[in-house]
C-alpha cells in the first residue's frame, strides 16, 4: 500500500439523500433486536443496601488522576471495597458494584469509586437509574473487566451485553483507570458477543480521560441519549478485530466527542440513524475504518440524520476515511453533514458517499 499524505479540506451539504446502494460490509451487528435490555431490567441493582454498607463510605479521597470528582464539596465517596469488592483480578465483584451503586444512585450527592490498584472481574450489569442526583460521578481509577471469555460466561446471562447503563440523567465517568473488554476469545467466533459499554435512554453523560480496550464488540454505544459528550478517550483494539467500533451513536442528539485517540478494527465513529447535532472534533483514528454515517436503512427503513461536523480531525492506516453507507431500499436524508480540515495518511478511500 503506497504511504502519502494528503491534507483534505472538505465542506458539503447533502440534503434529502436517497439510499439505492448497499454497503458491501458485513453488518451482522445491526440485525440486532433493539431493546433487547428492557427484558432484562428485572436484573436490576437490590431495592436497598445492607446497612453496615452504607453506613461506612470509604474515608479515603479518590487518587489524584487527571480527571477527579469535579466538586470539592462532593466527599459522599461510595468505594466499591467498602461493598465487599475484592479487585483481584478473579472474584466476581458483581454484587459489590451492585450494592455501591444502589447507595450511590439513591443519595443526593454522589462519587462512585473504582479504586486504582485493583482489577474488578464484573458480571454483565445494568446500573439502572433514574438517579437522586443529576450530576453522579463514576469515577474509575483502577481496572474494571467481564469475565474473561465465552466459556467464563454465565450460561443463564445474556452475552449481547455486559455494562449498561439505563435512565441515567447526569452522570460524568471519568478517570486515569482501564475497562478492559477481554474480547479476544470473542473475536472470532460466529454469535455475537457483547459491547462493552452500553448508555441507553440516558441524557446529559460525560465520559473524559479513560481508556478503553479489546471490547468484543462495539465500545462505547449510545442509544436514544441526548446531550453526551465524550473527552480525551483512549480507544485501543486490533486492526483484525471485527466490529470493534470505538463509539457508537443512535437515535442520540447534542453530541460532542473531542480530543480523543481510537485505533480498532472497524468504525472509528459510527453515526446511526436518528442522531443530529453532533460535533466531532480533534479525533485521532487509526488504524480503523474511519469515521462513519451509517449504515443507514436497513430493513426497508427510514433513517434521517442531520447536522454532522467532523473537524479539526487526523484519519491514518485506514481503509476508509469518512464515508456515508446505506442499505438498499432504506429511505430517509441525510443532511448538513461539514467534514472540516480532516487530515488524512495513509487512507485507502477519503471520502466515499453512495447515493
Ligand atoms: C448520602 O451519603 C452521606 C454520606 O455517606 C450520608 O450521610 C447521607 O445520609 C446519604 N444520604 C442519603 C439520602 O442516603
Ligand atoms: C448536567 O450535568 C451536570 C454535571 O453532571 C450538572 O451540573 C447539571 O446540573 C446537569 N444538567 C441538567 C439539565 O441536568
Ligand atoms: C444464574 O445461575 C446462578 C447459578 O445457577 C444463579 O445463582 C443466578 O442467580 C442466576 N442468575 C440469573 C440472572 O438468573
Ligand atoms: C487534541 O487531542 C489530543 C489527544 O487527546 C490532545 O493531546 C491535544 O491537546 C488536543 N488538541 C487540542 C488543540 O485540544
Ligand atoms: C448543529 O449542532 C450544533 C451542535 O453540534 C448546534 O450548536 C447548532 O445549533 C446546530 N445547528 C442547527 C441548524 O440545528
Known amino acids: 500500500m503506497p504511504v502519502h499524505q494528503v491534507f483534505f479540506l472538505l465542506y458539503f451539504i447533502f440534503s434529502c439523500f436517497f439510499f439505492i446502494n448497499v454497503e458491501s460490509r458485513y453488518h451482522r451487528y445491526i440485525q440486532e433486536e433493539e431493546f433487547h435490555i428492557v427484558s432484562h431490567i428485572s436484573a436490576a441493582p437490590e431495592a436497598s443496601p445492607a446497612p453496615e454498607a452504607s453506613a461506612s463510605p470509604s474515608a479515603a479521597p479518590p487518587p489524584s488522576p487527571s480527571y477527579v470528582a469535579k466538586s470539592p464539596t462532593n466527599n459522599n465517596v461510595f468505594n466499591v ?93 471519568q478517570g486515569g483507570g482501564l475497562i478492559d473488554g477481554r ?101 485521532t483514528c487509526g488504524p480503523s475504518h474511519g469515521i462513519s454515517i451509517g449504515s443507514l436503512g436497513i430493513h426497508n427503513s427510514r433513517a434521517c440524520v442531520s447536522n454532522i461536523s467532523v473537524s479539526d480531525s487526523v484519519i491514518k492506516n485506514s481503509d476508509n476515511g469518512v464515508r456515508i453507507k446505506t442499505w438498499q431500499g432504506g429511505s430517509g436524508s441525510v443532511s448538513n453533514v461539514k467534514f472540516d480540515n480532516i487530515r488524512m495518511d495513509a487512507v485507502l478511500t477519503q471520502f466515499h458517499a453512495q447515493t
Request: charged residues 20%; glycine residues 6%.
Open 183 to 283: 474480547g479476544e476469545k470473542w473475536w472470532n467466533l460466529p454469535c455475537k458477543p457483547h459491547k462493552a459499554i452500553r448508555f441507553f435512554m440516558s441524557s446529559n453523560l460525560t465520559v473524559q480521560g479513560l481508556k478503553i480496550k479489546n471490547s468484543p464488540l462495539f465500545h462505547f454505544r449510545f442509544d436514544a441519549c441526548h446531550d453526551v459528550r465524550v473527552e480525551s478517550l483512549t480507544v485501543k483494539a486490533p486492526a483484525q478485530s471485527p466490529n470493534t467500533d470505538g463509539i457508537h451513536i443512535e437515535n442520540t442528539n447534542n453530541v460532542q466527542i473531542y480530543n480523543s485517540i481510537i485505533s480498532n478494527g472497524d468504525d472509528c465513529i459510527s453515526i446511526g440513524a436518528g442522531c443530529y447535532d453532533v460535533d466531532i472534533k480533534n479525533v
Open 81 to 173: 471495597v467498602d461493598f465487599g469488592a475484592i479487585g483481584d483480578g478473579v472474584t466476581d465483584d458483581t454484587q459489590a458494584f451492585k450494592l455501591a451503586w444502589d447507595t450511590a444512585c439513591h443519595n443526593e450527592s454522589a462519587v462512585f469509586l473504582v479504586p486504582a490498584a485493583h482489577s474488578f472481574m464484573i458480571q454483565s450489569t445494568i446500573f439502572t437509574g433514574p438517579c437522586k442526583t443529576a450530576d453522579l460521578v463514576f469515577q474509575i481509577d483502577g481496572t474494571i473487566m467481564p469475565p474473561d471469555g465465552p466459556d467464563c460466561w454465565p450460561r443463564n446471562i445474556s452475552k449481547k451485553q455486559w455494562l449498561v447503563f439505563y435512565r441515567i440523567n447526569g452522570m460524568t465517568m
